[in-house]
C-alpha cells in the first residue's frame, strides 16, 4: 500500500469510501470511520469542486421550513418533492434489474437491512413509535396502524425515505450501480400495484434522481488513488502517540458536535443598553470576553429604546421570573465569571445588535474559531434583528429602572478595560 497518493490524484471522499454512512452518524467518531476521517490528508480548494458532497449530506434541518422530521428523511430538495415527474414514451421497465423489494442486504449507520422497502418501512412505523428496531421485516410487511395524522406526515417523506433507502442500497452495489447508469438518460418506470409503481411512479422517478446523483459523485472517480485511500483505511491514526486534529468544520470532529449542540440548545435573550462608542469599538468578532458580575437578561423580546441591543443566545441561564415583584421583566440572569464569545456586530439604521454565545464551562477553546455553524446563525439573528425592530417596546424594558440594572458594558470596566 502506498503511503503517498499519485501526483494529480486524491484520496476518496468519505461517502464514497464508506457509502453506508450518513454525514451525522457516530460511525465517523468511533470505529472505522474515525480512523479514515482521522487519516484524511488536508484537502485543497478544488477537491470540493472534484468531490461534491452528496445531498442528503447537505440536508440541513435548521434551515428547513420542515419542523420534524422521520427516520431517514434526509431532504435532497427544500420541499422534498421528486425531481422527475412525468413519463415519456422513451422509457424502460427497472423491474428486470431492481425492485423495491429485491432481496440484498445493505446497511446504513448501525441498521442492516434486506431491501429498499425494508428501510422504507421501517421509517414509516419507528418514526411513529410503532415498533423498535429489533422489529422484523415480516412484521413491517403486515403493517402497523397509523391515525390520520402520521398517514399524512409519512405523505410528506416517503418519497425522501424511498430516495435515500435507494441510495444507500445501490451505492453499496457496483453491479446495481453499473446497470442504473447504463439506462442512459431514459426515463425509468416501476412496474407494480403500489404506490410506488403505476401512475405515480415514485420509486421509478427516485432512480431517475439517484442516476443524476451518482452521475455527480462519480464524474471524477478515475482522478481517486485507490490504493493510498486503502492505506489510509488500514493506518493507525493514533501510531507513535500521535493525537490527530480534525478540521474545526469537520461535521463529524467532537469540537463541532460541541459547537453545533451549544447554538441549538440555545435560547434568546435581549439585554438593551445605550453604549458609548468607547466601548462598542472594543468589541471585535471572534472575541471570547468574561463577565465578573451576574448578567441581567430578558426572555421578553421586542423593539428598542436604546442604541445598542446584547442578543445572548444561551443554555444556561436561570429563570429568576418567578421572583419578580410585579416588574414582568422576563427577568432570566447568567451567573457571574460567564464567559461569551462575540458572535457578531450587526448594525440598521441607529440600532446595533451585538450577538453574543455563552459559553459552556471548560470548553473555551473549542470556541476560539469561527466555524460553519456560526455563519447560520449570523445569518438567522441578523433577518430576527431587522424583525424585532418592528416590533412594540415593551414598556417594562423601557422603564428606568430596568436600563439602570443594564447600563454598563458586558466583559469590561468603566473604563473600557476587559477582565
Given at each position: 500500500?502506498?503511503?503517498?497518493?499519485?501526483?494529480?490524484?486524491?484520496?476518496?471522499?468519505?461517502?464514497?469510501?464508506?457509502?453506508?454512512?450518513?454525514?451525522?452518524?457516530?460511525?465517523?467518531?468511533?470505529?472505522?470511520?474515525?480512523?479514515?476521517?482521522?487519516?484524511?490528508?488536508?484537502r485543497?480548494?478544488?477537491?470540493g469542486?472534484?468531490?461534491?458532497?452528496?445531498?442528503?449530506?447537505?440536508?440541513?434541518?435548521?434551515?428547513?421550513?420542515?419542523?420534524?422530521f422521520?427516520?431517514?428523511?434526509?431532504?435532497?430538495?427544500?420541499?422534498?418533492?421528486?425531481?422527475?415527474?412525468?413519463?415519456?414514451?422513451?422509457?424502460v421497465?427497472?423491474?428486470?434489474?431492481?425492485?423495491?423489494d429485491?432481496?440484498?442486504?445493505?446497511?446504513?449507520?448501525?441498521?442492516?437491512?434486506?431491501?429498499?422497502?425494508?428501510?422504507?418501512l421501517?421509517?414509516?412505523?419507528?418514526?411513529?413509535?410503532?415498533?423498535?428496531r429489533d422489529?422484523?421485516?415480516?412484521?413491517l410487511?403486515?403493517g402497523?396502524?397509523?391515525?390520520?395524522?402520521?398517514?399524512?406526515?409519512?405523505?410528506?417523506?416517503?418519497?425522501?425515505?424511498?430516495?435515500?433507502?435507494?441510495?444507500?442500497?445501490?451505492?453499496?452495489?457496483?453491479?446495481?450501480?453499473?446497470?442504473?447508469?447504463?439506462?442512459?438518460?431514459?426515463?425509468?418506470?416501476?412496474?407494480?400495484?403500489?404506490?410506488?409503481?403505476?401512475?405515480?411512479?415514485?420509486?421509478?422517478?427516485?432512480?431517475?434522481?439517484?442516476?443524476?446523483?451518482?452521475?455527480?459523485?462519480?464524474?471524477?472517480?478515475?482522478?481517486?488513488?485507490?490504493?493510498?485511500t486503502?492505506?489510509?483505511q488500514?493506518k493507525?491514526?493514533?501510531?507513535?502517540?500521535?493525537?490527530?486534529?480534525?478540521?474545526?468544520?469537520?461535521?463529524?470532529?467532537?469540537?463541532?458536535?460541541?459547537?453545533?449542540?451549544?447554538?441549538?440548545?440555545a435560547?434568546?435573550?435581549?439585554?438593551d443598553?445605550?453604549?458609548?462608542?468607547?466601548?462598542?469599538?472594543?468589541?471585535?468578532?471572534?472575541?471570547?470576553?468574561?463577565?465578573?458580575?451576574?448578567?441581567?437578561a430578558?426572555?421578553?423580546?421586542?423593539?428598542?429604546?436604546?442604541?445598542?441591543?446584547?442578543?445572548?443566545?444561551?443554555?444556561?441561564?436561570?429563570?429568576?421570573?418567578?421572583?419578580?415583584?410585579?416588574?414582568?421583566?422576563?427577568?432570566?440572569?447568567?451567573?457571574?465569571?460567564?464567559?461569551?464569545k462575540?458572535?457578531?456586530i450587526?448594525?440598521?439604521?441607529?440600532?446595533?445588535?451585538?450577538?453574543?454565545l455563552?459559553?459552556?464551562?471548560?470548553?473555551?477553546?473549542?470556541?476560539?474559531?469561527?466555524?460553519?455553524?456560526?455563519?447560520?446563525?449570523?445569518?438567522r439573528?441578523?433577518?430576527?434583528?431587522?424583525?424585532?425592530?418592528?416590533?412594540e417596546?415593551?414598556?417594562?424594558?423601557?422603564s428606568d429602572?430596568?436600563?439602570?440594572?443594564?447600563?454598563?458594558?458586558?466583559?469590561?470596566?468603566?473604563?473600557?478595560?476587559?477582565?
Amino acid at each position: 500500500m502506498k503511503k503517498y497518493a499519485d501526483e494529480g490524484k486524491f484520496a476518496a471522499p468519505r461517502w464514497l469510501v464508506y457509502p453506508q454512512l450518513s454525514a451525522w452518524t457516530i460511525g465517523w467518531r468511533m470505529g472505522y470511520g474515525e480512523d479514515y476521517a482521522l487519516n484524511e490528508p488536508p484537502r485543497p480548494r478544488e477537491f470540493g469542486k472534484l468531490f461534491p458532497q452528496p445531498r442528503n449530506w447537505l440536508f440541513n434541518p435548521r434551515k428547513s421550513k420542515f419542523n420534524k422530521f422521520l427516520a431517514f428523511a434526509y431532504m435532497w430538495s427544500e420541499d422534498g418533492l421528486p425531481k422527475y415527474s412525468q413519463i415519456s414514451e422513451n422509457h424502460v421497465e427497472v423491474n428486470d434489474f431492481i425492485t423495491i423489494d429485491s432481496e440484498g442486504q445493505f446497511d446504513h449507520d448501525s441498521f442492516t437491512f434486506d431491501s429498499i422497502e425494508h428501510m422504507v418501512l421501517f421509517s414509516k412505523y419507528a418514526s411513529f413509535g410503532k415498533c423498535d428496531r429489533d422489529v422484523t421485516y415480516e412484521e413491517l410487511k403486515e403493517g402497523f396502524e397509523l391515525s390520520q395524522e402520521e398517514l399524512n406526515e409519512w405523505e410528506i417523506f416517503k418519497y425522501t425515505v424511498c430516495l435515500n433507502a435507494s441510495y444507500y442500497k445501490i451505492m453499496q452495489d457496483n453491479d446495481l450501480k453499473e446497470k442504473l447508469l447504463a439506462t442512459g438518460d431514459m426515463t425509468l418506470i416501476y412496474v407494480s400495484d403500489d404506490e410506488w409503481g403505476g401512475d405515480d411512479n415514485l420509486f421509478g422517478f427516485a432512480l431517475m434522481e439517484l442516476r443524476d446523483e451518482i452521475r455527480r459523485l462519480c464524474e471524477n472517480e478515475d482522478l481517486i488513488d485507490w490504493e493510498y485511500t486503502r492505506y489510509l483505511q488500514m493506518k493507525d491514526p493514533y501510531e507513535n502517540n500521535n493525537v490527530p486534529q480534525r478540521d474545526i468544520n469537520d461535521r463529524q470532529s467532537p469540537e463541532y458536535r460541541v459547537i453545533e449542540t451549544t447554538f441549538e440548545n440555545a435560547s434568546r435573550y435581549v439585554r438593551d443598553v445605550n453604549l458609548d462608542s468607547k466601548f462598542v469599538d472594543k468589541y471585535e468578532i471572534g472575541q471570547i470576553i468574561q463577565e465578573k458580575a451576574f448578567v441581567d437578561a430578558s426572555d421578553r423580546i421586542g423593539g428598542m429604546i436604546t442604541s445598542h441591543r446584547y442578543l445572548i443566545l444561551s443554555g444556561y441561564m436561570a429563570d429568576f421570573s418567578s421572583f419578580e415583584k410585579g416588574t414582568n421583566w422576563g427577568l432570566q440572569v447568567a451567573k457571574n465569571g460567564s464567559r461569551f464569545k462575540v458572535v457578531d456586530i450587526y448594525t440598521v439604521g441607529d440600532k446595533t445588535q451585538i450577538l453574543l454565545l455563552q459559553l459552556p464551562e471548560g470548553f473555551e477553546e473549542v470556541f476560539e474559531n469561527r466555524t460553519d455553524v456560526e455563519e447560520e446563525f449570523i445569518e438567522r439573528e441578523r433577518e430576527n434583528f431587522e424583525k424585532d425592530l418592528k416590533k412594540e417596546i415593551i414598556e417594562e424594558l423601557a422603564s428606568d429602572l430596568w436600563l439602570k440594572r443594564c447600563e454598563f458594558p458586558l466583559g469590561m470596566n468603566d473604563e473600557g478595560e476587559f477582565f
